[in-house]
């Protein structure tokens, strides 16, 4: 199993970036995914969950408003959308999957079984 995170770059505070996620070895239509981030020095923190419904989605309050997580399930990809960067939103962002088809939304680092290399969000004010 592989997720292959994309989309990560140097912007200006007040940009946008589209961050991307494939996962592939396996389908993941059915799990929950979610995005983290860890910026330098910090513990990794919880940003975004959808589950593979996408019904219910939960953000971390930090971004609620400025940032969108979705799914394509044909293409075993999530995405997160981020408007409005600021400078605080450096970090180094990381895609994960939940090996389990409970159809609920997780925001701890110990719910999530598979995890992407990461790419790198860096913001200038």
């Known amino acids: 199993v592989q997720l292959q995170a994309s989309g990560g770059g140097l912007v200006q505070a007040g940009d946008s970036l589209r961050l991307s996620c494939a996962a592939s070895?396996?389908?993941?239509?059915?799990?929950?995914m979610a995005w983290f981030r860890q910026a330098p020095g910090k513990e990794r923190e919880f940003v975004a969950t959808?589950?593979?419904?996408?019904?219910?989605?939960l953000y971390s309050d930090s971004v609620k408003g400025r940032f969108t997580i979705s799914r394509d399930n044909a293409k075993n990809t999530v995405y997160l959308q981020m408007n409005s960067l600021q400078a605080e939103d450096t970090a180094v962002y990381y895609c994960?999957?939940?090996?389990?088809?409970?159809?609920?939304?997780?925001?701890?680092?110990?719910?999530?079984?598979?995890w992407g290399q990461g790419t790198l969000v860096t913001v200038s004010s």
């Open positions: 994960a999957v939940r090996d389990a088809r409970d159809g609920g939304i997780w925001r701890t680092v110990k719910s999530y079984d598979y």
């Open positions: 070895g396996r389908t993941f239509s059915s799990y929950t």
């Open positions: 959808i589950p593979w419904t996408g019904a219910i989605i």
